[in-house]
């Protein structure tokens, strides 16, 4: 084969891999629109939820929504890649319903005035902040659709990485969005459960943590 003949194969190939690049971005594009339009039939399906006191999850439609679309896949391959992409769509699209009715549910590990607590509060500080008794809880949470969301920390200035944080991140399904820097400027003391400084205010250090003054925090938000 010459040289030119090489050179014609080559740009053939990187012009169907052009081509099918603009058509795929074409379709998320037409996918985002869809999914937008979604959104907003839902947001009057939560409405109309709410003003009757119904839960924002209705298992049986979800069910009748598979049962009935999936089969419309004729290849097999497909049919499972669909299945999955539409029950991931039903879940965000109650998670939707569950923020608008609800608000956004903010998982944090600890309690009350301890670093999970203040960071989910500064960073989210609508949100309703729902406690959990481990890092691995509140992330598994996000992933059973019973929060919106995770506050987890990932690096102090004491102890350096929160390794388990980290390996949740490299390990679980959920998404790590921009993190926040937080300065816990409370004197704290050393011990077990809650305690309180000169000025009667409440700091918390737990387990084995070590706290000090002007501990830095810095936590990650993450989301399905």
């Known amino acids: 084969m010459n040289r030119d003949r090489q050179q014609e194969i080559a740009a053939e190939s990187i012009a ?17 629109a869809l999914f937008l339009q979604r959104l907003e039939a839902l947001r009057a399906l939560a409405r109309w939820k709410k003003e009757r006191g119904l839960p924002a999850e209705d298992r049986e439609l979800e069910q009748r929504t598979l049962s009935e679309l999936t089969p419309g896949v004729e290849e097999e391959a497909q049919r499972s890649f669909y299945l999955s992409f539409l029950q991931d769509v039903l879940t965000v699209g109650t998670r939707w319903q569950h923020y608008l009715m609800e608000g956004l549910r903010v998982a944090y590990s600890g309690v009350e005035g301890a670093f999970g607590h203040i960071a989910a509060m500064r960073i989210f500080p609508d949100g309703t902040k729902l406690p959990y008794p481990s890092f691995e809880d509140a992330y598994s949470a996000v992933e059973k659709g019973e929060c919106d969301l995770a506050v987890l920390p990932i690096e102090n200035s004491y102890a350096g990485e929160v390794g388990q944080v980290l390996d949740l991140m490299f390990s679980g399904n959920l998404h790590v969005n921009p993190q926040a820097r937080l300065f816990h400027e409370e004197r704290v003391q050393h011990g077990h459960g809650g305690q309180r400084d000169g000025g009667g205010r409440r700091s918390v250090c737990r387990g084995d943590r070590r706290c000090r003054d002007g501990t830095a925090l810095r936590a990650a938000a993450a989301g399905s």
């Open 16 to 32: 169907a891999l052009k081509d099918a690049e603009e058509r795929v971005r074409a379709t998320d594009l037409q996918m985002r």
